[in-house]
Each structure stands twice: as C-alpha cells, then as structure tokens.
C-alpha cells in the first residue's frame, strides 16, 4: 500500500489525540515514581528512591489484609459469574423459546442500572439477608455487575463456534450434555478464560458497591485505598495503585494473547 | 431402508418442504438433486432429525424414528464444510463417534487405522484439521463418518467446496467406498453432472417437491417436465403445437414451422401447445451424402470449439437456434459462420412434454 502523505489536518488530529492520551495516562503514571518514594506524605518528585511504601503495603497495617479479602472475593466472583453467565449465553444463543430477547435484557440490565443504584438495593437487601458485611454478600454484588459482561463475552464466542460441529457430533450419537462438554466447552476456552478475567478484574476495581456492602472486617482493597485517601492521605496509596495498575495491565495482556491465539 | 411418508417441514407459513413420499432401498445410491431452495436439504435435514418433521413420519431399517433425537437414529453424516473438531487430531476425530459409544480402547484405535486406510490417509493420524488440505479433511470427515458402521449416511453436498479437479477424483472415491461398504447413501448435490457419475437413482426437487424420480438415464433421456429437461444436461427447446396425435406418436409444428415427430404422445391432443426437447448431442451436422430419419436445413451461426466437443449454433429459417454438440473428433468439418448446413436427428430422440 502506497503510504499517505499526512495533512496539516490529520497531523493536527493525531496530535490532539496524543495530547488527551498523555491527559488521561499521566495522573496513573505520575503514580509510579511517587510509589518509589521514602516520605510519610505523597509528593512529587520523590526526595530519593526506595522501597519504603512498598514494605509498608506488604507487612503494615491492615493493607494485606483488605488485599486478601479483594482476591477471595474477586475469585468467587468469577467463578460464579462464570457458572451463571456462561449458562445463560449457552441457553440464549442455542435454544429457541418465548421472550428471548426480554429476558436477554433482563439479564443484561444490571450493567445499565447506575451503580449507586444497585448499590443501595443491595445494600438494603442484603441487609434484610443479613449477609450485608459479609464476604458471600459482597460475592454476589459483584457477580451481579460482572454476570452481563460474561454473558455479552461468551455470546460472542457461542457465535464462533460453528453449530455444524455440535450437530454432527449429536447425529454421530453423543447427547446434548456430552456435546458440551466434548465439544462447546474446549472451543469456547479462549473466551471463558477471558470472561473469568474481566470478572475478577470487575470484581477487583468494583468501589460504589463495595462500599455499601463491605463491613469492617471484609474491606476491600478499593474500599480500604478510598477510607485511607478520606481519613489519612496515606503515601502507601502510590505503591497500591501501582500494583494494581501492574495486574490490570497483566490481565489486558493475557487476554489479548489468548484471543489472538484465536 | 428410509421411508417417507408425507414427510413435510413448513415455517409458519413457508412450506420448506410439502409431503414427500420417497423410498430409498437397501444399499442404494440416492441423489437428491435441485437447484438452492428446492428443499433437497431440508429432506436431509429431516432424516438425519437435526430437523423435525411438521407432518408425515419416517422410517428407516423398519423403525419409526419420526419422533426420535438425531443421537438415536444410528445414521451417518457428511457436512459441505466437513464439521471436522478443530481442538482434536484426526485420530481423534474419527475415534469421537467410537468414543460415544464406549469402546475399548485397544479397538477404537484399530478401527481409527482401519478407517484412514480406508480413505488412503494412514500417514496423518496426529495432525490437526487445519494442518490438511481441502481434500484430506473431507477423506477424513468420510473417514470418521464410516468408522462406526452405519448402514445410512447422509451426504449434504460433501464436495461443494473442492476444486472441480479434485471432486472429480472424490466423486469416484466416494462410489469406490460404496461399493466396497455397501452402504446406504443419501447424497445432496446441486451439481447435475455430479449426481449423473454417482447415482444409482436421482430425486430431482423443485420448490420443495420432488419433480422426477428415476435413473440417472430415464431423467437424461425421458424428462417428465421442460424443469427436468433443463436442469440435467443440455437441452434445445423449442415450443409448438401437436399437429397430429396417434398411441404412439405426436407431430410438432414448431414456432418456425418446422415439424418434427416424437414418441410417446403422454395424453397431448391435436392442436394443444406443447414444448419439444432435444439434447445438443442428438443432433448431428450432416455432411454432403449423409442421410437420418429426420433433417432440417438452417445456416451455421457459430462454431463453438470446447475441447473434446464443439458446439454448433444453427439458426433455421424460423429464426429458431438450435446447438448440436459432435465430438471435435469426429467432426472434421471446414465450417465457417455462414455456411448452410442440413441437421438430423431420430425421432426417438425428441422428447414432446407438455
């Protein structure tokens, strides 16, 4: 292909692009050479490099604590999620029956319905559940926000794995249950094994309803980093920040590799 | 072996399919043949059970399995696309349907050898499907299809997606197998050609219907209808008016006013309109000398030159154009555009439908 010869226009458009990408990268990036810092107070640029945030995150204060709790809950979020959405693209993408479309939009709804929403009515039903404070009650919030992606991510791999393969294995004799497990489920591994991530990572950076729903004992990590910025501007938030900045990006990549190998 | 009676598929309003009645026998080579839409696929469909009848039932080996899941009818199948498990090796592929069917080990994996010799494919066993050609993948989807033994399978145009080159060589494989086997064969194509080389008998279908059911020959030679005629082969036709009728023959006056006689009037009366059909290689160009029951004089409008055949273009005074198809071997003749030249043809070769 002939290479274009760039505009002022397109130069300008490029540009202006770039500039809101730096806009909206900086502030996580700034982060990174703050988290290096060996000062009691966040500041910028950092007097000298360290490790002192870092050892207080790992083993002060109760940071590992709400970090454990974030990981038990993210994971039983996307476990769950996993059985409930990846079950219900199953059924809507294979099986023909009444008001499929309204319950499809009944299912996805809780992605549309604003957080602080969903936050207080769950708040107050799980209060009435008397699971508000607990690590199953905050499992089910999340699993709540995370079930439309799973269910939206594992639709799309239903569409690529061809009906003729499940069709032929049934006329070869296999039932419906063996079929699934023989032949749907290996072809959809890529796309459930990036649904569970979105999930955990939903589940990990989930803050509004957590919020609600944590109670002393079961904070989160979003819960604990959002009462230290309230109460005490706590420097140790660069370090968390900049893991969790870490995880999500290691997250990205593998999801992108796993779809690529597609 | 499959039996149909008043089998049938509508959705909601659409009738994919109207009440077919059909019977394949034993060990038969059956064509279902028809241009897309005509319902050849549905038919299939509705055998292999991936799709269920609205009315009619179906039989196959003496059992009714109108109402039974496609797992419980113990049949084969092919697909255009080869449905080949793209996360298995071929010898996985071919030991899946075994798999189902639980058994042991030591004999899945003599049957999978057997099978991949039985399709000249023994070299390939641990490659994956996308690793093979077109042509290897559909051997082994036929491979993993007859290693269970089914005494029915089903063949939704297996070959559509080969080079012409290459189907033909799959086309005789596939004959190859079935006589070795000696199974029950169900084949969808839309290629007419394909289904004249396989068939024992052709099930040409229209809109859902089944048009003309026969040998490969009674639909080339004695088409029930001008669809046939035109579908399987090539055909001159022409329209006219039955100028005499009697039992055993008919006289056509052609829109040109050419007459010609055929056989077997099929209910035609005097003076009905009627059409005429007649195969380009039943009509010769004759040379100075050469006589046949039935000659036309016209003038050469083109010399077509296809190879092993040539076709010539010949327009009569009516301004009717038929095309006569010789072998170029045989017909040595210095034509040019132009030239007047005399056809003739026998009567037995004219086929009057109405």
Not at chain 1, 70 to 88: F, M, P, W
Request: net charge neutral; aromatic share 6%.
């Amino acid at each position: 292909m002939a290479r274009r010869r760039s505009s002022p226009l397109s130069l300008a458009a490029a540009g202006a692009a770039w500039l809101g990408y730096a806009f909206l990268a900086l502030p996580s990036l700034i982060i990174i050479p703050m988290s290096f810092s060996n000062s009691d107070e966040l500041s910028f640029p950092p007097h000298s490099i360290s490790l002192y945030l870092y050892d207080k995150y790992f083993f002060e204060s109760n940071w590992m604590a709400a970090t454990l709790e974030s990981l038990e809950v993210a994971t039983g979020t996307a476990i769950l999620s996993l059985l409930l959405g990846v079950g219900a693209a199953y059924g809507l993408s294979r099986a023909e029956f009444p008001a499929k479309r309204l319950i499809t939009m009944f299912l996805l709804s809780p992605a549309f319905v604003p957080a602080i929403v969903l936050a207080l009515g769950l708040y107050l039903y799980l209060g009435v559940a008397h699971l508000s404070g607990t690590t199953t009650g905050l499992i089910i919030s999340h699993t709540l926000v995370a079930v439309p992606f799973v269910i939206v991510t594992a639709m799309a791999g239903l569409r690529h794995v061809d009906r003729h393969l499940e069709i032929a294995a049934n006329v070869m004799g296999a039932g419906r249950l063996l079929v699934l497990r023989r032949i749907t489920l290996p072809l959809l591994r890529p796309t459930i094994l990036a649904a569970a991530l979105f999930a955990f990572l939903i589940s990990f950076d989930e803050v509004v309803i957590s919020y609600f729903i944590a109670g002393v004992r079961t904070q989160t990590l979003p819960v604990k980093m959002y009462s230290a910025i309230h109460w005490e501007i706590s420097p140790v938030l660069a370090a968390v920040s900049t893991l969790l900045t870490l995880l999500s990006l290691g997250i990205c990549f593998v999801v992108a590799l796993v779809r690529k190998d597609r | 072996m499959v039996r149909l009676e008043g089998a049938g598929r509508s959705y909601g309003p659409v009738t994919a399919l109207a009440g077919i009645d059909l019977e394949v026998l034993q060990g038969e080579f059956l064509t279902l043949l028809g241009p897309s839409g005509s319902g050849k696929t549905t038919l299939l469909n509705l055998i292999s059970g991936t799709v269920s009848v609205t009315s009619g039932r179906i039989w196959i080996d003496g059992r009714d399995v109108t109402d039974l899941p496609p797992m419980e009818r113990g049949l084969g199948m092919v697909f255009q696309n080869y449905a080949l498990f793209p996360h298995m090796t071929v010898a996985e592929n071919i030991a899946f349907p075994l798999r189902v069917r639980r058994l042991p080990e030591a004999e899945i994996r003599r049957k999978v050898t057997e099978a991949l010799d039985l399709v000249r494919l023994p070299e390939i066993a641990e490659r994956k499907p996308k690793e093979l050609s077109g042509g290897q993948q559909q051997r082994v989807a036929i491979a993993r299809c007859l290693v269970y033994n089914p005494s029915l399978v089903l063949m939704d145009e297996p070959l559509g997606a080969l080079d012409k080159k290459l189907r033909e060589q799959m086309q005789l494989e596939i004959k190859r197998l079935h006589a070795l086997l000696g199974m029950t064969i169900l084949y969808v194509t839309h290629d007419q050609e394909e289904a004249l080389v396989m068939s024992d008998r052709i099930c040409l279908m229209r809109d859902g219907r089944i048009e003309q059911l026969g040998t490969a020959s009674d639909l080339y030679f004695r088409p029930l209808s001008v669809f046939a005629a035109d579908f399987l082969g090539e055909s001159n036709l022409l329209d006219g008016e039955c100028v005499a009728v009697t039992p055993d023959s008919v006289e056509v006056r052609t829109a040109g006013g050419l007459v010609m006689a055929g056989l077997e009037p099929r209910g035609l009366v005097s003076g009905a309109s009627c059409k005429l059909v007649i195969r380009p290689e039943n009509l010769a160009v004759l040379r100075d000398g050469d006589t046949a029951p039935c000659i036309t004089e016209g003038v050469l409008e083109d010399v077509i030159f296809v190879g092993g055949v040539t076709n010539f273009r010949v327009r009569l005074p009516g301004g009717v154009v038929l095309t006569a198809k010789r072998l170029t071997a045989e017909t040595r003749l210095a034509l040019a555009p132009g030239a007047p030249v005399r056809l003739g043809w026998k009567p037995e070769d004219v086929v009057v439908l109405k």
